[in-house]
């Protein structure tokens, strides 16, 4: 990218323009954002970013940049509507456009770290011209202007408001701050908030049906992929790294030849307290997209049968192209509905990672703090009892069920176990449970509970 006018004194002088090779970021931002606000269907923004860059030709950094207008839009849009809001007047509200024009520009003046902000102001005027918003642009190149000339007055009142109302200075949903400052406190509700603000990292867990450790890091080396490894109680020495990717990871060959699967640290925990073996006749009951199944399927050596289910056939082919990718032969994928005949016998383990809100996973899944619903929280209560309870009842004599969410809500996790627990003491045994956090383990939230059938 190329900025300014220098080719004589006499010129007049240019504003500050970026110019692409292809396709331009912030005009894919733009279309992306603009999604959003039309109604999107189920589509998360991510899917929508994929999209919208392909079909644009955005490519390398200026698809990163793209990304990132997009995620920092979506992630912070209860703090810049509010301080957009703070220099409109009257009570005209604002066209849909002019409200995603302003979130870009105001996310990258006061929360990017790379942009300048007289780049920030120049290329979201310039878009608003592109996009058709010629009327609007004087507005917002008013108030962008503003803002890059008041930081330090806005770093206090974005302070202010952190403290006085969290649910605008850290972009959360009021009602589930609420609850948080309620079970938690405001010290770990704060920590909490800010992980849900940070991009995550990409971790990669090694895959040992198809390389090891050393043999991963040397073509992570080749290339030009660095990586770190990361430590949990439950995570082996050598199986899981925080890795920097210089291309998409789809294009690396160390990802295609099955060397390893993206996977967050918390969802190890789950087929850790599940510990499969060799031999083991397992149901894994919510399969999709299969990061479990082929874990599973890594401890047991491939040796032995695992019943891969999910609601969703569609779903289920990610599960067979990941253990086709990773060499994984003794899964077999089975959609709910036809599940009946291959159920008798019971099983040895049975995962049942159920559907949740996925609050423990707000950092990755950047747009669902503006999904997620009270009344959401209470029906997957009973979606999750079901599943737990069906699930208990194909277990063979003295064998294990590991229950398990990526939620932080005692609804979704201990309350949905001792509800089990109550009505089936004689016959089960709750042999430990877990909640992981990020205020108090600094990783992605995840519950497991691990459920033996008496003999």
Request: overall charge neutral; aromatic content about 6%.
């Amino acid at each position: 990218a190329t900025g300014g006018d220098t080719t004589g004194e006499k010129k007049e002088k240019k504003p500050f323009v970026l110019r692409y090779k292809f396709g331009n970021p912030r005009d894919a931002a733009y279309k992306v954002l603009m999604q959003r606000e039309e109604g999107s269907g189920a589509a998360f923004v991510e899917t929508l970013i994929g999209a919208e860059t392909d079909r644009m030709g955005v490519v390398g950094s200026d698809r990163a940049l793209c990304k990132e207008l997009v995620l920092g839009a979506v992630r912070w849009r209860a703090l810049l509507d509010h301080l957009a809001d703070l220099k409109k007047t009257g009570s005209r509200q604002q066209l849909p456009g002019v409200k995603v024009l302003l979130r870009l520009g105001l996310y990258q003046i006061l929360l990017a770290d790379r942009i300048p902000s007289f780049a920030a102001v120049d290329e979201t005027v310039a878009l608003a011209k592109r996009v058709g918003l010629v009327p609007h642009s004087g507005f917002i190149n008013a108030v962008l202007r503003a803002y890059a000339t008041e930081i330090d007055a806005t770093d206090t009142i974005i302070s202010e408001l952190r403290t006085d109302k969290p649910h605008i200075g850290w972009s959360h949903p009021e009602w589930l701050v609420k609850q948080w400052l309620k079970r938690l406190g405001p010290e770990k509700t704060r920590v909490l908030l800010e992980w849900n603000n940070k991009p995550p990292p990409i971790l990669a867990r090694v895959n040992f049906l198809r390389t090891s450790p050393e043999k991963l890091l040397a073509s992570w080396k080749d290339e030009g992929v660095s990586a770190e490894p990361v430590a949990a109680d439950w995570v082996k020495d050598e199986e899981l790294y925080e890795i920097r990717v210089p291309a998409q990871i789809a294009t690396l060959a160390s990802f295609s030849d099955g060397g390893f699967y993206i996977q967050d640290a918390s969802t190890l925990l789950s087929v850790r307290l599940l510990d499969p073996q060799p031999g083991d006749r397992v149901l894994d009951l919510c399969a999709a997209p299969g990061g479990k199944a082929v874990m599973i399927a890594q401890a047991m050596r491939n040796e032995g049968e695992i019943v891969a289910s999910d609601i969703d056939r569609d779903r289920l082919l990610m599960v067979e192209d990941n253990c086709q990718r990773l060499g994984v032969s003794c899964v077999k994928t089975v959609a709910s509905e036809d599940l009946e005949p291959f159920l008798e016998g019971g099983f040895d383990r049975i995962l049942v990672d159920a559907p949740c809100s996925n609050t423990g996973v707000m950092r990755r899944r950047t747009d669902l703090r503006w999904r997620v619903s009270q009344e959401e929280i209470r029906a997957l209560h009973e979606t999750q009892f079901s599943l737990l309870s069906r699930g208990a009842l194909l277990l063979r004599p003295g064998a294990s069920l590991v229950y398990s969410t990526c939620s932080i809500e005692p609804d979704e996790n201990q309350n949905v176990v001792n509800r089990f627990m109550k009505r089936n003491s004689d016959d089960f045994t709750l042999e430990e449970q877990r909640q992981l956090s990020p205020e108090n383990d600094g990783t992605d939230g995840a519950f497991v509970a691990k459920i033996t059938r008496k003999q």
